[in-house]
């Protein structure tokens, strides 16, 4: 395949934030899911060559998108099975509890920083990140090369209907995107091999995954190998905004950090998976307190 640069959509570039304020980081993410876990199969970069900082435990890459996307493409042009994950703040603190989570997270092969909250942490414990790269915007990021490059995607999650929706938009918003193949994510554990032989026959470039955090990061960590894709992203609920089944944010509640309060007004029942994040800036500010963390 072809590698190389050109533009590409970019993150929000986070700024610093006091205490006072910090609660309004975290939630900047649309997809609000965070991304799989890797195969352990070396980067493309020589491992001591990634850059990351160690959130609460989980390592997160200091990349920006346009880094993101530069490192996907090197994944695909070496053709290994990787896993990229988007990880936001909600993650983190599942997995302070959930050791085999930790334990995938920090052996993908790509981990982004998903949420204003992962970025204000990440400068609280060491030299932060560049900024965000959340799980819709590289989606759509994606979609945008890969109609330029000829790379293929699957699209595997949401309810049904919605992934064949979603392939659609993308296909009319960037002419020349070929999609293999699409399959909902309501399918039951004896139907999971013959899942994954679907995936595998269709032969994707990159496999978009949106069954919900964590079991999207187990789910593609398990089977990794079995689906042969050179790439596979765990998105959450990006499906269901390129489909149209759930809107994003103004503009202006993306710029100010406040993506969350909006899926909380638009979501009520969301405010039970919300009580994750005081606890994860309690944790984020002992933590560097007790001088834990930094870069890993």
């Known amino acids: 395949m072809t590698a190389g640069r050109d533009g590409a959509p970019r993150g929000w570039c986070a700024g610093e934030q006091t205490a006072a304020n910090v609660y309004n980081w975290l939630r900047g ?7 799989g876990a890797g195969s352990g199969v070396k980067d493309v970069q020589r491992e001591e060559q990634r850059s990351r900082v160690d959130i609460l435990g989980c390592l997160v890459d200091r990349v920006t998108m346009h880094e993101a996307l530069t490192r996907i ?7 290994a099975p990787r896993q990229v994950i988007t990880l936001n703040a909600e993650i983190i603190v599942a997995a302070q509890t959930q050791p085999a989570l930790r334990e995938v997270i920090n ?3 790509l981990v982004t920083p998903d949420g204003a909250g992962v970025v204000w942490a990440a400068r609280q414990l060491g ?8 799980g819709i ?6 979609a945008h090369r890969a109609a330029q490059r000829g790379w293929s995607l699957f699209l595997l999650g ?9 392939a659609r938009k993308l296909q ?3 002419p020349g995107l070929r999609v293999k193949g699409v399959r909902h994510g309501y399918f039951q554990a004896s139907e999971e091999a013959e899942v994954v032989a679907a995936v595998a026959a269709a032969d994707p470039d990159i496999v978009l995954v949106a069954l919900g955090a964590p079991r999207q990061e187990f789910w593609i960590h398990r089977h990794l190998q079995e689906l042969r894709a050179p790439v596979c992203i765990g998105v959450g609920g990006s499906l269901d905004v390129i489909a149209g089944e759930v809107p994003r944010a103004p503009a202006f509640m993306i710029r100010h950090n406040l993506e969350w309060l909006y899926r909380l007004w638009r979501e009520p029942s969301r405010w039970k998976r919300q009580k994750a994040l ?8 002992g933590a560097k307190g007790r001088g834990r963390g930094g870069l890993g």
């Open 29 to 35: 993410d649309c997809a609000g899911e965070a991304c």
């Open 73 to 79: 493409e090197g994944f695909l042009a070496q053709g």
């Open 107 to 109: 052996r993908a092969d």
């Open 127 to 134: 030299k932060g990140v560049p900024e965000r790269v959340t």
């Open 137 to 142: 915007d590289l989606t759509q990021a994606l």
């Open 158 to 166: 949401a309810r049904p209907g919605v992934a064949e929706k979603a």
């Open 172 to 174: 009319s918003r960037y």
């Open 278 to 285: 005081p606890v994860f800036v309690v944790r984020v500010l």
